[in-house]
């Protein structure tokens, strides 16, 4: 399944991204002092008991293995046999003489092994391998122009992060291929694209990850083949065992002590950076409330709404500093302005329109960066529908079953602005070009700098 989509921006990655540095001795033993590689949830007393089991079942693969090869040497007559045989074969083939019975035999067919050529470049060998080098090197360029996406997957109980190129070619159509995989030690749940200079520099290329653990990890986007993220925050600091058998866990210092829902604290389940005000933020929780934080005011409890059901994602209007939605696991989206608890903040804000968007829970949602007032939905129900919010009245523009299977994670990209990244319970991250649908065409297709086709008449 995919949990997490995020969208890079272009030209911000390395064309050719650096071999991560294998870990020294030194930090291998720390990660293994540490426990940084051992789930929090798992107590000493349970990895005692996957230890005597693992024992046991190599004692009993032992005892299997001896008991084998008793019964085999117990059975004379069979192994004298099979020893007749292999006097046998090796008799006709005459090893001792073997080096000797070399005439007329040349190395690659007909004497090309031997063959000497005054420089690489005339060696055919060479040269096929000098091809596959340069396209290896091709395959791994990031151009400029590429839209690069991060889909955060599970499968087989392997989690990864999973480094997409999607580039439109000069023929109008696409080319999607993965470029390179992180290899995660925990299950994602969220991801954050970050342009934190941590190296130094002008800009980074980082992707901040969310996980059943409690330590967010920063893992960096121009390297491949990394076996730890550059920078960990948070998490278990050590473990100690009680008289009573019980595990102490202490956690490092402003850590989270579960699991990193939305990249915010345990319970909330959301969290949402207004982009025009920089300094104020949403969050939504399973209390079936939403809270709007000034954080220019610390002190303030902030401003708490009221919803119909345990919240599942939210987002502000990229176009509207006022206007935010929230989808909701009894299938439904509600849209808010903040202007409407100015007068009394403690009664908190109530919804401008509540939209019976899916059957299922509405688990993701995303605002188009470019045209105002269209929004994406994503659910449970297997379904992507695509809504006009105009004047608080929402109507369904279009609607997808993108076989992604069960729904959680859709974005829009800033700068191709109506592809659409879909990630499911499938584990296929998929891409759709929301143009390619008549009515968004028809409704949204003037905010698009792309030739459209002519629509077809009604």
């Not at 890079?8 to 071999?19: D, F, H, R, Y």
């Not at 007749?84 to 004497?111: N, P, Q, S, W």
């Not at 791994?140 to 839209?147: F, R, Y």
């Not at 389940?269 to 220019?296: I, K, Y």
Request: aromatic residues 6%; hydrophobic residues 35%; contains cysteine.
């Amino acid at each position: 399944m995919i949990s997490a989509i995020s969208w890079v921006p272009k030209g911000v990655s390395k064309p050719i991204p650096a071999e991560a540095e294998p870990p020294s001795k030194e930090e291998i033993e720390e990660i293994l002092t540490s426990n940084a590689l051992e789930p929090s949830g798992d107590t000493e007393d349970e990895q005692d008991e996957d230890m005597e089991i693992d024992t046991s079942k190599k004692i009993n693969e032992v005892s299997q293995a001896l008991a084998a090869a008793d019964a085999l040497g117990k059975n004379s007559e069979t192994t004298i046999a099979a020893t007749k045989d292999i006097t046998d074969a090796l008799r006709e083939l005459d090893m001792d003489h073997y080096d000797d019975e070399d005439d007329g035999v040349e190395l690659f067919g007909a004497g090309v092994g031997d063959t000497f050529y005054p420089s690489n470049d005339l060696d055919p060998y060479l040269k096929d391998k000098d091809d596959d080098e340069d396209e290896e090197v091709e395959d791994m360029t990031i151009k400029p122009t590429d839209a690069v996406i991060v889909c955060a997957s599970n499968e087989d109980d392997v989690s990864q992060l999973q480094i997409c190129i999607f580039e439109e070619l000069d023929n109008g159509e696409y080319n999607f291929y993965p470029h390179h995989d992180i290899i995660l030690p925990a299950f994602p749940l969220c991801t954050e694209w970050l342009d934190c200079n941590l190296k130094g520099g002008d800009k980074g290329n980082f992707i901040a990850v969310g996980s059943m653990e409690p330590a967010i990890e920063i893992w960096d986007l121009d390297l491949v083949d990394e076996v730890q993220p550059f920078m960990v925050l948070g998490g278990v600091a050590k473990k100690k065992k009680k008289k009573s058998k019980k595990t102490s866990i202490k956690y490092k210092k402003d850590s989270h002590t579960d699991s990193v829902l939305g990249l915010a604290w345990n319970k909330v389940q959301a969290v949402a950076w207004n982009r025009h005000v920089p300094d104020v933020l949403l969050s939504g929780s399973f209390d079936h409330s939403v809270v709007l934080m000034d954080m220019r005011y610390p002190s303030h409890t902030g401003i708490k709404s009221a919803v119909s059901a345990d919240v599942e994602s939210l987002a502000w209007d990229p176009h509207d500093q006022n206007s935010f939605v929230v989808s909701l696991e009894d299938g439904t989206v509600q849209g808010f302005d903040v202007r409407a608890a100015a007068s009394d903040p403690a009664s908190g804000c109530k919804p401008c329109f509540t939209l019976h968007a899916h059957d299922k829970a509405v688990t993701t949602v995303s605002y188009n960066a470019s045209a105002p007032k269209l929004l994406a939905t994503g659910s449970t129900d297997k379904t992507v529908k695509l809504w006009d919010l105009s004047n608080n009245q929402p109507s369904c523009v279009a609607s997808n079953s993108p076989k992604a299977g069960a729904v959680f994670s859709i974005t829009f990209s800033e700068e191709c602005p109506f592809l659409l990244a879909i990630g499911g319970s499938k584990g296929k991250l998929q891409v759709w070009d929301t143009l390619s649908d008549a009515g968004v065409a028809r409704r949204f297709g003037k905010y698009s700098t792309r030739k459209l086709a002519p629509a077809p008449d009604a």
